[in-house]
């Protein structure tokens, strides 16, 4: 069964698996022994706790799969990450060359309730210096504003079910929107498009191009859109 305390090994193990494979897809034992830095013997052994714990699913001499709780960690970790490389790069001006190596070592000490306070401070970032996706949090609420609104932290409830932006996404589905990210002037555009919660969307990517289908009728997206908009997975 899945444990509460989780070390910063499991959680830097579950993090690159996130970045290689959101979508669930396998990542091999050589991807993340190069990734890592460590010899595939002990990223064998790694990967049998992990599927102990009920974190990946793992095929031996193939590779692992994130499982449900092991997303929600993986999210969660990537997102405090990327959220304070943002920090350090825009508010304290950090060195570029240093700011992964900083938030690297920030990310398994950051509160749940400074990570949702760094969010509100940089106003709802949905990318990290280097143009990669932040995951959206793991508050159960609809839209940046209800987040906003709500000061006590204690009374916040967790989202129960994992999601990814239309960014994020690389095959075709169709998805429910549970989440949508921004400020309200972002949200109303959204919202002009037909595109609430829980409205359905389909998501075709065919190459280069995505294609979004509301109630059967296609609608234009830029990357305001595809970052904002989460859905069910």
């Given at each position: 069964?899945?444990?509460?305390n989780i070390s910063?090994n499991i959680?830097?193990y579950l993090?690159v698996?996130?970045?290689n494979?959101?979508?669930?897809?396998q990542?091999?034992?050589?991807?993340l022994s190069n990734e890592?830095g460590?010899?595939?013997?002990?990223?064998?052994?790694?990967?049998k706790?992990l599927?102990?714990?009920?974190?990946i699913?793992?095929?031996p001499?193939?590779g692992?799969?994130l499982?449900?709780?092991g997303?929600?960690?993986a999210q969660k970790i990537?997102?405090?990450?990327?959220?304070?490389?943002?920090f350090l790069?825009?508010f304290?001006?950090?060195?570029?060359?240093?700011?992964?190596?900083?938030?690297?070592d920030?990310e398994h000490?950051?509160?749940?309730?400074a990570e949702?306070a760094l969010c509100?401070m940089l106003?709802?970032?949905?990318?990290c210096?280097?143009?990669?996706?932040?995951p959206s949090?793991?508050?159960?609420f609809?839209n940046c504003?209800?987040?906003i609104n709500e000061?006590?932290?204690?009374n916040?409830?967790?989202?129960?079910?994992?999601?990814l932006?239309?960014?994020?996404?690389n095959?075709n589905?169709q998805g429910?929107v549970y989440?949508?990210r921004?400020?309200?002037?972002?949200?109303?555009?959204i919202?002009s498009?037909?595109?609430?919660?829980g409205?359905?969307i389909?998501?075709?990517?065919?190459?280069?191009?995505i294609?979004?289908n509301?109630?059967?009728?296609?609608i234009?997206?830029?990357?305001?859109f595809?970052n904002?908009i989460?859905?069910?997975?």
């Amino acid at each position: 069964m899945a444990k509460d305390n989780i070390s910063e090994n499991i959680e830097e193990y579950l993090e690159v698996l996130y970045r290689n494979g959101c979508n669930k897809e396998q990542v091999s034992t050589t991807k993340l022994s190069n990734e890592l830095g460590i010899a595939p013997g002990s990223v064998t052994q790694m990967l049998k706790k992990l599927e102990k714990l009920e974190y990946i699913k793992y095929v031996p001499y193939k590779g692992a799969t994130l499982t449900d709780d092991g997303m929600k960690i993986a999210q969660k970790i990537t997102r405090k990450h990327r959220i304070l490389e943002k920090f350090l790069s825009d508010f304290l001006k950090i060195k570029e060359e240093n700011v992964h190596e900083q938030a690297c070592d920030m990310e398994h000490t950051l509160s749940d309730e400074a990570e949702r306070a760094l969010c509100i401070m940089l106003k709802q970032p949905d990318l990290c210096p280097d143009n990669k996706i932040i995951p959206s949090c793991n508050c159960d609420f609809e839209n940046c504003q209800q987040c906003i609104n709500e000061k006590d932290f204690d009374n916040v409830s967790i989202r129960k079910n994992n999601l990814l932006s239309l960014s994020e996404i690389n095959s075709n589905i169709q998805g429910i929107v549970y989440f949508i990210r921004g400020n309200p002037d972002l949200i109303e555009k959204i919202e002009s498009q037909g595109i609430k919660i829980g409205t359905i969307i389909d998501f075709v990517k065919n190459d280069n191009d995505i294609l979004i289908n509301v109630d059967g009728k296609p609608i234009s997206v830029d990357d305001s859109f595809l970052n904002n908009i989460f859905v069910g997975i």
